[in-house]
């Protein structure tokens, strides 16, 4: 089993930060590339940033200046540093990873967390 956890969301006024976290934990072998999807209510999920194990990163316009994508693969954990929040930031943001299972005969696969919510205040 690979389970991947959130944490840090919560309520921020506008220009606030926020720090979420995901751990990943259970039977891994190795992660690839880590990232942060967000949904807002009545919207489709979006990409908001991605890194790779070897610490490249990629965000989306709306995030680029302000969020801060990285990880510890160490402890497998990618985190996302958020600041200067607007509220159009409001959504329930999601972790995903790209997890090779410690388990014989074993495939590529991309988990996700259960999401933790984020709303910003104006």
């Known amino acids: 089993q690979v389970q991947l956890v959130e944490s840090g969301g919560g309520l921020a006024q506008a220009g606030g930060s926020l720090r979420l976290s995901c751990v990943a934990s259970?039977?891994?072998?190795?992660?690839?590339?880590m990232g942060w999807y967000r949904q807002a209510p009545g919207k489709q999920r979006e990409l908001v940033a991605t890194i790779t194990s070897g610490g490249s990163t990629n965000y989306a316009d709306s995030v680029k200046g302000r969020f801060t994508i990285s990880r510890v693969n160490a402890k497998n954990t990618v985190y996302l540093q958020m600041n200067s929040l607007k509220p159009d930031d409001t959504a329930v943001y999601y972790c995903?990873?790209?997890?090779?299972?410690?388990?014989?005969?074993?495939?590529?696969?991309?988990?996700w967390g259960q999401g933790t919510q984020v709303s910003v205040s104006s």
């Open positions: 259970g039977s891994i072998f190795l992660i690839n590339d």
């Open positions: 995903n990873a790209h997890v090779l299972p410690a388990t014989y005969g074993s495939s590529w696969f991309t988990y």
